[in-house]
């Protein structure tokens, strides 16, 4: 039996606690590695939560009930910089919660220390883009996925573009430096929901800095 078998015909209910990956192991028949990689799958899925120091629970079981898709392509097209901060909208918050749940003491370490270089030595907007986009990629690999983090380097050039556009509209920095300090606080204490909203706040605060007329 798998943990997905597990999960869809045990009358799993949205809430319920897993037991321990000792006991899963146990109940499955499998090794504690096949049900850590098991857990992780369902996570993506949305299927399962974990919530640090007390265990995983049951989200939804409705990704269960739908299919992958066969195959994904990555396509040329026209896009401006709305476009891809909606694209981040879809993964950065995500990719905050995953951290919150799945960060290492070395890359909370990394993140907060990039974080403070943010915040004493941006001292020209250029210097602060590069360290924005250092910031935002530790939480990204912090996230646990390998795949995730290949597709931030693959959009680094376009990233680094929307840091510049958004430097040339004076962004605020004490906001900047507010919502930072809210995602990286969330992401140490481990509270995955504060840390997805805190990202989102912030990705909103950025595209309003996109569209200001403000300049420098």
Known sequence: MMLRDLIENGGFEPGTKLLPERALA?????????????????????????????????????ALRSGWPSKVELLHTNFDMLDLLEVRKMIEPQAARLAATRATAAQLQRIEGERMLIEK????????????????????????????????????????????????????????????????DAIIKGEAEAAERAMLEHLHNVGLDLISDRKR
């Open 26 to 62: 146990e109940k499955l028949g499998v090794g504690r590695p096949a049900v850590r990689e098991a857990i992780k799958a369902l996570s993506i899925l949305d299927v399962l939560e974990s919530r640090q120091g007390d265990g995983t629970y049951v989200r939804s079981v409705d």
């Open 121 to 184: 030595n941006g001292k020209s907007w250029r210097e602060l883009g590069r360290y924005d986009l250092q910031l935002h990629a530790a939480i990204i690999e912090a996230a646990g996925n390998p795949i995730l983090t290949q597709l931030n380097k693959m959009l680094a050039p376009l990233l680094r573009k929307s840091r510049e556009m958004s430097a040339a509209r004076a962004p605020d920095r004490a906001q900047m430096a507010k919502d930072h300090r809210a995602i990286v």
